[in-house]
């Protein structure tokens, strides 16, 4: 079984940052394919960024140049750094982890295994 835990959302203005953390619990590892989601109200679930054997990544279009996805293998956690936030970036963020294969780094490589349970991150103008 695997728990994973978000943290780090929270409110800030245009053209501010945040970094989003999601610890792993259980048997999933640095290797496997994790990735964050987001959903704003009463839009469909948007995959955001995803990383796959520690190093490779994937990046929406629309976050691509301000949102930075990493790992530290040592704590088993994945980091979502976001810079120049948008209002349009206001959305609930899910942390999610797979056994992946290179579908994880693609834009509809979406049937993760384990969900945390979202971080809200509220952008204002």
């Known amino acids: 079984q695997v728990q994973l835990v978000e943290s780090g959302g929270g409110s800030v203005q245009a053209g501010g940052s945040l970094r989003l953390s999601c610890a792993a619990f259980?048997?999933?590892?640095?290797?496997?394919?994790m990735g964050w989601f987001r959903q704003a109200p009463g839009k469909e679930r948007e995959k955001v960024a995803a990383?796959?054997?520690?190093?490779?990544?994937y990046y929406a279009d629309s976050v691509q140049g301000r949102f930075t996805i990493s790992q530290d293998n040592a704590k088993n956690t994945v980091y979502l750094q976001m810079n120049s936030l948008k209002p349009e970036d206001t959305a609930m963020y899910y942390c999610a982890a797979s056994y992946g294969g290179n579908w994880c780094l693609t834009k509809f490589g979406t049937d993760f295994n384990y969900w945390g349970r979202g971080t809200q991150v509220t952008v204002s103008s």
């Open positions: 259980g048997d999933i590892y640095s290797g496997d394919c």
């Open positions: 990383i796959y054997t520690g190093t490779s990544t």
